[in-house]
């Protein structure tokens, strides 16, 4: 079946460093979502990205959409405390409208 | 709006005990899945459902059973409870439709097994 991957599991980086995490699949996705968890609370949707080579912001986070739809990365500019938490990535199985399957995600940590 | 409800939000359970972990919707949504996420691992599905009378195993289902007899509801059985299930449980549900197909996670359920 489909595999989502994120490697590393953990980062830590220095308050104010920026941060990169990737995402990879084993297949051509159609769309990919990222998803953010605070520690103790529930994941919450950030952002879906559908177009080859799409890019998108919200703030300080920009993801963007390889061109081949078959990995994504989310880049966060001078990292903020507020950003602790682990980070998901998921696709659809098959097609655009199937379950979504996560990858482990990176918990990231930001030293003040 | 509440979205994803799930009781209770924190329970202990002696081993070999049953419980059912509720889960209710109130956005009409399709899909519903059930997680559990061990401390810091990433989500395992354990069961998820398309729709009204309708389940399937997700990754781990093993000494768990569910239900889906109304779109709102899709309890999550423990039988014969177990130190390996103690985890933190969601629940989420999911629309698809035109494309989108965004998850709503509950806030979860933290089970404990002594």
């Known amino acids: 079946g489909q595999q989502v991957m994120q490697i590393p599991q953990y980062q830590h980086v220095q308050e104010g460093e920026d941060f990169t995490t990737y995402c990879n699949s084993s297949?051509?996705?159609?769309?990919i979502q990222w998803y953010k968890q605070r520690p103790g609370g529930h994941p919450v949707f950030l952002i879906q990205l559908v177009k080859s080579g799409e890019v998108k912001k919200q703030k300080r986070l920009t993801f963007q959409f390889g061109e081949a739809k078959k990995n994504s990365s989310l880049h966060i500019t001078a990292t903020q405390t507020t950003d602790v938490g682990t980070y998901f990535c998921a696709g659809p199985d098959t097609g655009a409208n199937s379950k979504l399957t996560f990858g482990k995600g990176i918990t990231l940590s930001v030293r003040p | 709006n509440a979205g994803v409800t799930q009781t209770p939000k924190f329970r202990i359970l002696k081993i070999g005990q049953s419980m059912t972990l509720q889960c209710a919707q109130d956005m009409n949504h399709n899909y519903m899945y059930w997680y559990r996420q061990d401390p810091g691992m990433g989500l395992k599905l354990i069961y998820y459902?398309?729709?009204?009378?309708?389940?399937d195993k997700g990754e781990v289902p093993n000494g768990y059973n569910v239900s889906r007899s109304t779109t709102e509801d899709f309890p999550l059985r423990l039988e014969l409870a177990a130190p390996s299930q103690t985890s933190v449980y969601f629940c989420?549900?999911?629309?698809?439709?035109?494309?989108?197909?965004?998850?709503?996670f509950g806030e979860g359920s933290w089970l404990t097994v002594v």
């Open positions: 297949t051509t996705l159609s769309n």
């Open positions: 989420a549900t999911q629309l698809l439709s035109e494309g989108r197909n965004t998850i709503y």
């Open positions: 459902s398309v729709g009204a009378g309708i389940t």
